[in-house]
């Protein structure tokens, strides 16, 4: 957070070092960043990035939109709850398809 407000931009920055005494453990990280795609010439984050919607869908329509677009949803949240995701069972995933 303090990096944030000090105004940091760039990747590099975000290099973290922690220490651990009960191990003695003294590690580092280096930040990566997420892999890219494009979608109708915009350039979007695989892993974070978001769709916006102005209809009430389902959850059945909402993942076939995506599918006709070329896209894959490996999974789906709102919030704190995880709407879909691949590894689901079917009768689960079953439940929740008409959901809005």
């Known amino acids: 957070m303090y990096k944030l407000v000090d105004g940091k931009n760039t990747l590099e920055d975000y290099r973290n070092g922690f ?3 009960a191990l003695p453990f003294f590690g580092f990280s280096e930040p990566i960043a997420s892999p890219k795609g494009k979608y109708n ?3 979007i984050d695989k ?3 978001r769709f916006d919607f102005d209809h009430d869908l389902t959850l059945k329509e909402l993942l076939a939109s995506f599918e006709e677009k070329g896209l894959e949803v490996t999974m789906l949240s709102s919030g704190v709850s995880l709407l879909y995701a691949s590894f689901f069972p ?3 995933l079953e439940g929740r398809y008409g959901l809005k």
């Open 19 to 21: 220490v651990n005494l």
């Open 41 to 43: 010439d915009v350039e």
């Open 47 to 49: 892993l974070w990035d």
């Open 90 to 92: 079917k009768a689960k």
